[in-house]
T-cell receptor
């Protein structure tokens, strides 16, 4: 596979469930990102990992827990979510997470999450 | 004040026309600017980026940047129905080396 992949593509969970979202990038990048996209709202950056180290936590509730075991894989562990957490969760990667003006982020297909 | 503003649309143009999408940003120190296309139910796909004042052309797409006025635009020539999508403007600021700030997007509808 090429590019950025995400699994599952769709997820329905109850508020008491625990689930995990997985992202894998095959681009040789060193920075990975989690975004949340809700209807009619801008993409919200949640977490950033650069060379496996978390460099940004954008005031995300603790019911979302990221994990980055290596530069190619990123997880988002979910527990006791709320209905308002229903959204499209997008993973992205970029080459270095550096200050280059041309550094571009590439997105995976997303996981559509519904919390009941 | 929103950091990156876009008209939500929809912007409706006939097939073959030029579609003009605009974006304004509040951080005067912003370094680079990205346009993504997002089809309904899909993830954002990079179209192009620009970081110098002026125009940058790539096929039917032209990005225009005016840092003094703090706006960036995307022109789509010879619009096709397949261009119908939401176009997201993203801005990379000076305060972070990697962080992109996204606008809410403009929905473009190209009528056959």
């Amino acid at each position: 596979e090429t590019g950025v992949t995400q699994t599952p593509r769709h997820l329905v969970m109850g508020m008491t469930n625990k689930k995990s979202l997985k992202c894998e990038q095959h681009l040789g990048h060193n920075a990975m990102y989690w975004y949340k996209q809700s209807a009619k709202k801008p993409l919200e950056l949640m977490f950033v990992y650069n060379f496996k180290e978390q460099t940004e936590n954008n005031s995300v509730p603790s019911r979302f827990s990221p994990e980055c075991p290596n530069s190619s894989h990123l997880f988002l562990h979910l527990h006791t979510l709320q209905p308002e957490d229903s959204a499209l969760y997008l993973c992205a990667s970029s080459p270095r997470g550096s200050g280059s003006v041309a550094e571009t982020q590439y997105f995976g297909p997303g996981t559509r999450l519904l919390v009941l | 004040q929103k950091e990156v503003e876009q008209n939500s649309g929809p912007l409706s143009v006939p097939e073959g026309a030029i579609a003009s999408l605009n974006c304004t940003y509040s951080d005067r120190g912003s370094q680079s600017f990205f346009w993504y296309r997002q089809y309904s139910g899909k993830s954002p796909e990079l179209i192009m980026f620009i970081y110098s004042n002026g125009d940058k052309e790539d096929g039917r797409f032209t990005a225009q940047l005016n840092k003094a006025s703090q706006y960036v635009s995307l022109l789509i020539r010879d619009s096709q129905p397949s261009d119908s999508a939401t176009y997201l403007c993203a801005v990379k600021g000076m305060d972070s080396s990697y962080k992109l700030i996204f606008g809410s997007g403009t929905r473009l509808l190209v009528r056959p």
